[in-house]
């Protein structure tokens, strides 16, 4: 994770940022603490990337980089306000002893990338359509070594696959189904016939900017419905406010990049 010290909408990149809507920074900062510690009172281990003056995006940390069993494929951001950060996350996972696979295909790491180990022997789901590339695609299968499927994003507003599908256990997920495209619908009804479906309110609430363990789903608050709906399939929904951090277009997913050793 990365602290929103200085977030800022400076820009819009997405539907969701509007340069004229005033961030509480101080506000931010708080919401924030109170996630990182609610990850913490669940019992995970949070490690922090320094974040960096005039990369306002940095505290959605989620972006920087998408890791599978120890192997980092790092990120390439399509937008020039952001392109700094990767070089920051590389320089965090290096430190690390990480084995880094550096890109040459544009990706926006875990915001269109999601890993489901015991689906299928191990399925990595990547959106494109708006952010990521799909020749990333073909090259995180290569860096990562396991099948990729690509999944066409159609509406702006769900510009990245975190914002729209969220793995909810190693082998289930939640998703919107209106943020894809008809064919990428139906492979998703094929591959997970189990899974949760959210609907309009909870997308638009960032409901789906979510993060499990399997058995504790931490979600923004907004979203009411879709935290009945995973209670009802067993799961332990944890709400977090973070309303000053969606006013960038993220919520509890884009802050959190997920360590898969």
Known sequence: MCSPEHFAVEYAINPWMDVTAPVDAELAVKQWDRLRETLVGLGHEVHLLNPEPGLPDMVYAANGAFVVDGTVYGAQFKHE?????????????ESQGWRF?????TNEGEGDFAYLPEAHGGLILAGHGFRTELPAHAEAQEALARPVVSLRLVDPR????DVALASIDDENIVYYPGAFSAASQRVLTQ???????????????FGLNL?????????N????????KL?????????????????????????IAELRH
Do not use: M, W
């Not at 952001?82 to 320089?91: G, K, L, M």
């Not at 499990?212 to 979600?219: E, H, P, Q, T």
């Not at 608050?221 to 009945?228: D, I, K, N, Y």
């Open 81 to 93: 306000q952001r392109a700094a950060e990767a070089a920051a996350h590389r320089a965090f996972y």
């Open 101 to 105: 696979i550096a890109p040459s295909e």
């Open 158 to 161: 769900f510009y990245h696959l």
């Open 191 to 205: 591959l997970f016939p189990d899974a949760v479906i959210a609907d309009d309110e909870d997308a638009l609430a």
């Open 211 to 219: 993060v499990s363990d399997g058995a504790n789903v931490v979600l």
């Open 221 to 228: 608050s907004e979203a009411t419905r879709l935290a009945g």
């Open 231 to 255: 209670k009802a399939a067993g799961y332990t929904p944890v709400p977090v406010e973070l309303a000053e951090l969606k006013k960038g277009g993220g919520s509890v997913k884009c802050c």
